[in-house]
């Protein structure tokens, strides 16, 4: 099973700002890694797939990239919108695809 | 519009069993890959199973692997999760999703709202 980490745990970011969020796979997952952002009480929403394709509907401020197996999620002047947690899922070969832990995006 | 409306979540007993059922509409169910993901409450997601277009493939997550049955009635539009001798650990919002793209094994681009599985005794 690949294992998914997420850094940091929490991050505290000021209205406006930028926010880096990272994820790690256990082993080369090539580019199939899919971001998603969930506020409370709601499901889970598709903001990224393929590491740097912004999925439907999803703001140029969010934008993706990866380096071997290293990912991240940019987020440019954050809104109040994006005040939420977030995590990261493999979708590579045969499942389980799993997720990572998630990252909560904090007001600062 | 897309929409995916779970149903079957209750309070059961450990070692019980329920059926949990997600219906969708606004798009052609077929050609669609589909997943049950689940969420713990206060917790993160865990991707719990996949059945492919057809219902010839399926995949579990190793916690649930001979517990749990997913499968699919492509004329009724529904997709469902069978939990056969369910442990406290079981208990979680069950979300069912879709996979992007047609005949396409992708990230899930559409969810449904959940269902929520308690097992207590």
């Known amino acids: 099973e690949i294992v998914m980490t997420q850094s940091p745990e929490t991050l505290s970011v000021s209205p406006g700002e930028r926010a880096i969020l990272s994820c790690r796979a256990s082993q080369s997952v090539g580019s199939n890694l899919a971001w998603y952002r969930q506020k409370p009480g709601q499901a889970p929403r598709l903001l990224m797939y393929?590491?740097?394709t912004r999925a439907a509907g999803v703001p140029a401020r969010f934008s993706g990239n990866w380096s071997g197996t290293d990912f991240t999620l940019t987020i440019d002047g954050l809104q109040s919108e994006d005040f939420a947690v977030y995590y990261c899922?493999?979708?590579?070969?045969?499942?389980?695809?799993?997720f990572g832990q998630g990252t909560k995006v904090e007001v600062k | 519009e897309v929409q995916l409306v779970e149903s079957g979540g209750v309070d059961v007993q450990p070692g019980g069993s329920l059926r949990l059922s997600c219906v969708v509409s606004?798009?052609?169910?077929?050609?669609?890959?589909f997943h049950w993901v689940r969420q713990p409450p206060g917790k993160g997601l865990e991707w719990v199973s996949l059945i492919n277009w057809d219902g010839t493939t399926t995949y579990y997550t190793d916690t649930v692997e001979g517990r749990f049955s997913i499968s699919r009635d492509n004329s009724r539009n529904t997709l469902f999760l069978q939990l056969n001798n369910v442990k406290i650990e079981d208990t979680a919002v069950y979300y069912c999703?879709?996979?992007?793209?047609?005949?396409?094994?992708?990230?899930?681009?559409?969810w449904g709202q959940g269902t929520l599985v308690t097992v207590s005794s």
């Open positions: 393929h590491a740097s």
């Open positions: 999703a879709r996979s992007l793209g047609e005949y396409s094994w992708n990230a899930l681009d559409s």
């Open positions: 899922q493999h979708t590579y070969s045969r499942p389980p695809w799993t």
């Open positions: 606004g798009f052609t169910f077929d050609p669609y890959v």
